[in-house]
């Protein structure tokens, strides 16, 4: 199986501010890369497939990148409701394989 | 809107079946255009892929759990099973059902119930 890792696993950040999640695949998966948020007690929701392409009614201020091993995730100006976990998933090859997740909480 | 419901058993004894059931509205599990997918989430593994079904009646398992799982389609009620035989406290983790669709042929899970907790254990 593809191991997807998420780092960091966690951060503290406050509204208003910029941050960025990193996923590093095991192999080279193109651009097969998607990001989820899931809030407690709730399924994820995705935001993003392809890496970069932003799902419908998602806000520009989520923003995607990477190609081949290595991948991004950047939230600019941070808002109350952007606190939450967000997982990476591949979708190269069988199995799928979600990262660990991130974990984006008040400073 | 499309909405997905999983049901079942919250509590399932070690060695027994774990059954759940996914109802579809919005959305047909006779399209040709998606998989219905179960995955679950522990907090020990994480997000984990558990199989799917397509309308044809093909499926395809994670191999961690092949041996163990089966998933099935009732296209007269819009659902979709899962069984799971010889639980195990490892088994124990939130399960969510969802839709694989695609975008610009990059495959994706664009709707996910709202997921059912279930606990093995004596």
């Known amino acids: 199986d593809i191991q997807m890792t998420q780092s960091p696993s966690s951060l503290s950040a406050s509204v208003g501010d910029s941050i960025t999640i990193t996923c590093r695949a095991s192999?080279?998966?193109?651009?097969?890369l998607n990001w989820y948020q899931q809030k407690p007690g709730t399924a994820p929701k995705l935001l993003m497939s392809?890496?970069?392409n932003l799902h419908s009614g998602v806000p520009s201020r989520f923003s995607g990148s990477g190609s081949g091993t290595d991948f991004t995730l950047t939230i600019s100006s941070l808002q109350r409701e952007d606190f939450a976990t967000y997982y990476c998933q591949q979708s190269h090859t069988a199995p799928p394989t979600f990262g660990g997740g991130t974990k984006v909480d008040i400073k | 809107q499309v909405q997905l419901q999983e049901s079942g058993p919250g509590l399932v004894r070690p060695s027994q079946t774990l059954s759940l059931t996914c109802s579809v509205s919005g959305s047909s599990v006779k399209s040709g255009s998606y998989y219905w997918t179960w995955i679950r989430q522990s907090a020990g593994k994480g997000l984990e892929w558990i199989g799917r079904?397509?309308?044809?009646?093909?499926?395809n398992y994670n191999p961690s759990l092949k041996s163990r799982v089966t998933i099935s389609l009732d296209t007269s009620k819009n659902q979709f099973s899962l069984k799971l035989t010889s639980v195990s406290a490892a088994d124990t983790a939130v399960y969510f059902c969802?839709?694989?669709?695609?975008?610009?042929?990059?495959?994706?899970?664009?709707?996910w119930g709202q997921g059912a907790l279930v606990t093995v254990s004596p």
């Open positions: 392809a890496a970069s």
């Open positions: 079904i397509y309308v044809s009646g093909d499926t």
């Open positions: 192999q080279p998966i193109l651009s097969y």
């Open positions: 969802a839709r694989r669709n695609f975008w610009n042929s990059f495959p994706i899970f664009d709707y």
